[in-house]
């Protein structure tokens, strides 16, 4: 009994603390900011078919992150400059979108469909909307460290650790891409291919509603995959059976970062992100990763070294 209540004192002293700490988060400011309102401009994202739905969370970039240093903090490479013209960098890169949604192959549509972890996808008929039942790309992701950490019985507060920085890793890699996204705000390539290329085209997936440039998937899988990687080890195998409860089968992988790779490459196959976009996310997600490895995981604020931390050390 006295161990029992003393834990309940214990936690109530961090819940006591973590509210606290979430109220200068500027989460609840969010409903006060000025409101989003899409810009038709060329090159400027725009709402998509089916639903048409508002640009989510313009301003999350205001929230306060965990660990990385301001929202802003990991942006790569500007994109191409948007274009018209067929001989341009930004015309290749929708054109491959184009091609590659037109020859998908079955392993292709697989991939795309278990990684689709789109919250947001609709079934539209008349004047209504029906949300579809699918999970988000961060409770993909969570799912991941859980059944790896069962898998490899690191025991319960290893399990609770895991997913306590994964948690972080997701919330921090989310600001950083929602700022990149609302400081481009690039035209997406279904909007782009059916004003330019074809007005019959539609991607294989539905369009989430947001910008385009940098990938969601690409950034908070790279930052995952660099994060769990630390805490679980490099060249784990395992089979996801996330997608399940959603309709779609399960995957192997032998490592985080391989189902990283293959999660930023959905979005490609998918219809939905420019091969750039998922290049820069991938970029974008490792560095916010090994900086939280950095940081948050190893007492003299720089990457464990060993064998099967080598990539942490470049």
Not at 6 to 32: E, I, P, T
Not at 42 to 65: D, H, M, Q, S
Not at 166 to 182: R, V
């Amino acid at each position: 009994p006295a161990v029992l209540s003393q834990s309940v004192k214990v936690a109530k002293l961090a819940a006591d603390a973590v509210v606290k700490f979430s109220k200068a988060d500027h989460y609840a400011q969010l409903s006060a900011l000025k409101r989003y309102t899409p810009v038709r401009a060329e090159g400027n994202w725009y709402p998509t078919p089916p639903a048409y739905l508002e640009a989510v969370e313009p301003n999350w970039k205001t929230i306060r992150p965990l660990v990385i240093d301001s929202a802003g903090g990991f942006r790569p490479a500007l994109p191409c400059a948007f274009s018209k013209d067929t001989a341009s960098a930004f015309y290749h890169q929708a054109r491959a979108v184009y091609r590659i949604g037109k020859k998908l192959t079955d392993q292709q549509i697989e991939i795309a469909q278990f990684w689709d972890c789109n919250p947001f996808a609709v079934n539209t008929a008349g004047h209504m909307s029906i949300g579809f039942k699918k999970i988000s790309p961060g409770g993909h992701w969570m799912n991941i460290a859980a059944l790896v950490a069962n898998q490899r019985k690191v025991g319960f507060d290893k399990t609770s650790y895991v997913l306590c920085v994964e948690g972080i890793t997701l919330m921090d890699a989310f600001i950083s891409t929602w700022d990149m996204k609302y400081a481009t705000n690039r035209i997406r390539p279904e909007t782009y291919i059916n004003k330019y290329m074809d007005v019959k085209w539609q991607p294989f997936l539905q369009t989430p509603p947001f910008p385009e440039y940098t990938s969601g998937h690409a950034v908070v899988s790279n930052a995952s995959a660099e994060v769990l990687t630390y805490l679980l080890g490099d060249k784990i195998a395992y089979v996801d059976d996330t997608e399940i409860p959603f309709g779609s089968g399960q995957r192997a992988f032998t490592s985080f970062r391989q189902a990283a790779e293959e999660a930023s490459v959905s979005r490609f196959y998918g219809g939905i992100h420019y091969m750039d976009s998922i290049e820069g996310g991938n970029e974008q997600g490792r560095k916010i990763g090994r900086y939280i490895v950095a940081k948050l995981l190893t007492p003299s604020g720089k990457p464990k070294v060993d064998k099967s931390q080598a990539v942490l050390r470049k």
